[in-house]
């Protein structure tokens, strides 16, 4: 009797773990988010397969090797090279992540940490009305409202940076025509432009940091900045960093802000100050009407390059993202 009472004790003390039974609703929704997600790899593929193909006479003509590591474009003799488009289209986004990725983080802490119930309010509405604005406005604000002031701000960093010999100016002299239409000018208003997307994401992220812990810092005497060091930004690391890359993504495909602000050339300008510029996105708008099929052929394969970019830009957002979460 005692091995049998024993056992039913033992019994008892098993955990109990209730058998999933899949419902009708359940299984719907699984043959719609599979199929949802099917649809979306398949976009994917048949883009890519599409670029390929419609790119293929570009390729014939420059040589594969050649598109990738040559700056030139001319398609009446079918030269083409992608070089200076592509680091030109990164200038830009790097650019753009500097002055857009430390206001976003910035503000994102004011609005979650120091803003008031209202100013948060009207601070989140204004972030959200931002990001609705398209693209064509930002650029013609950035054009014709900006210019000035972004002139004043390039002719300044050349005078006092200029030992830098990105921030130097090719032409020597701080002429304003030197200094309009560049790297510089499109890479604040399109830093300006992810604004809303990084820190829509970053005040998400810092959102769902425990109170707990953020309450146990400030009671152990620490600073509300050394809470928001210590506590807030190493939680939300991964967080930040995906909504970082993320507003890379943006800035690298943004087309009719860059079309309208820079003097495009197809040559390489590290001299992010001075006039000549140019991005793979705007290059296809500004020639793909009225140019030959070759051209056309060309401007896809252009296409391609971009795509490619964006593709590994995501590939390495979700490894970081996956690595600096292990660590967080």
């Known amino acids: ?16 773990s209730p058998r999933s039974v899949p419902t009708r609703a359940d299984r719907a ?18 883009t890519l397969v599409f670029l390929v193909d419609k ?14 590591t040559k700056s030139t474009w001319v398609p009446g003799s079918g030269k083409f090279g992608v070089l200076g488009l592509a680091e030109n289209t990164m200038l ?14 910035g503000m994102a802490v004011f609005i979650n940490e120091y803003a008031p119930n209202r100013v948060r309010q009207v601070i989140t509405s204004a972030i959200d009305l931002l990001a609705a604005l398209p693209s064509l406005l930002f650029g013609i604000w950035g054009k014709v409202a900006l210019e000035g002031s972004i002139t004043k701000m390039a002719a300044w960093l050349n005078g006092h940076l200029s030992v830098l010999p ?11 025509g030197v200094l309009t239409g560049s790297t510089f000018q499109a890479g604040i208003v399109v830093g300006i432009m992810i604004i809303p997307l990084v820190t829509s994401v970053s005040r998400d992220v810092m959102a769902q940091v425990p109170r707990e812990q953020c309450e146990g810092a400030l009671a152990l005497g620490g600073t509300r900045w050394g809470m928001v060091r210590d506590v807030i930004l190493p939680f939300g690391r991964s967080g930040i960093v995906g909504g970082v890359l993320l507003g890379m993504g943006r800035a690298l495909g943004e ?51 971009l795509f490619l970019i964006t593709f590994f830009v995501n590939v390495v957002a979700q490894f970081v993202v996956k690595r600096t979460g292990r660590f967080s």
């Open 29 to 46: 929704f699984r043959v719609v988010s599979t199929t949802a997600a099917m649809i979306s790899l398949l976009i994917v593929v048949l």
């Open 166 to 176: 990105f921030l130097r100016l090719v032409s020597g002299h701080a002429a304003k």
């Open 92 to 105: 830009i986004s790097l650019v753009a992540l500097c002055v857009g990725v430390p206001m976003s983080i």
């Open 255 to 305: 087309t009719i802000a860059i079309y309208l602000i820079v003097s495009e050339v197809v040559a390489v300008n590290t001299h992010v100050l001075t006039t000549g510029s140019g991005s793979i996105a705007s290059w296809i708008v500004t020639n793909f009407d009225g140019t030959s099929p070759l051209g056309r052929a060309g401007l896809i394969a252009a296409g391609l390059t």
């Open 55 to 68: 790119s293929r006479p570009a390729y014939r003509q420059s040589g594969v090797i050649g598109f990738f």
């Open 1 to 16: 009797m005692t091995g049998v009472f024993q056992s039913v004790a033992v019994a008892d003390e098993q955990p109990f």
